[in-house]
């Protein structure tokens, strides 16, 4: 891998980081998880987040309530709030550590421009997009899966409302692919694209024409 391919896929890595995070952060904090709109009241809708549930009326009137407590949450918000938690630490210490191990980006600490330094910066930034973008898509499929169960289920009559997806489950599942696709471009960066002078083999032929020099032979008595 030539240095310049290096340099744009880890600065294309670093931007995606960036703006995967911040996906995840409105992901996270967007009330749209789950949507449902009812027959009987058909000028209001309803809105499910992580943080509080919402009534939307048709004049674009908004009221928000936040949940009483964190222990009487339903199990799979309270996952989900928890997994996208952590999932927002780790991808802000993964692209905090991807912005400085480029080398567009020059650092006050003479040792961080060491090349071994920053790759070993981008690696850890890279693996830390990754499990980011597994701790994203995790809550954001299990809301989904368990909407679509609930949705179909035949148990419960056909009147009753259900709960649809919202954008915010969309916001997420995208944020989850930008993260991978950032870890792996961070990670591919990383890669020795070429062998330096030091892991260079020196040709044996050339070791023996060295070692054999003009001998003189002394033929004074």
């Not at 952060?25 to 549930?53: C, I, K, N, V």
């Amino acid at each position: 891998m030539k240095p310049s391919d290096a340099r744009l896929l880890e600065l294309l890595g670093t931007l995606l980081s960036i703006a995967a995070w911040l996906l995840s952060m409105a992901t996270t904090f967007t009330s749209t998880w789950l949507t449902l709109s009812t027959e009987l009241l058909p000028s209001e809708s309803y809105q499910l987040g992580l943080w509080e549930t919402c009534v939307v009326q048709d004049l674009g009137v908004q009221e928000c309530r936040p949940y009483d407590s964190l222990l009487g949450l339903p199990p799979d918000i309270k996952l989900a709030r928890i997994l996208m938690c952590v999932a927002l630490g780790t991808g802000l210490l993964g692209a905090l550590l991807a912005v400085p191990g480029t080398h567009a980006v020059t650092a006050c600490d003479p040792r961080l421009e060491d090349p071994e330094v920053k790759r070993v910066m981008k690696r850890v930034g890279g693996a830390l997009c990754l499990a980011t973008g597994v701790l994203g898509l995790l809550p954001v499929s299990h809301v989904a899966h368990l909407t679509v169960v609930r949705f179909f289920d035949p148990g419960l009559p056909a009147l009753v409302p259900r709960w649809e997806f919202g954008s915010a489950l969309f916001l997420g599942w995208t944020a989850g692919v930008v993260h991978l696709a950032a870890g792996g471009l961070l990670l591919a960066s990383a890669r020795r694209g070429r062998r330096g002078p030091r892991d260079t083999p020196i040709p044996l032929a050339g070791v023996r024409s060295q070692d054999r020099g003009p001998r003189t032979r002394d033929e004074s008595v």
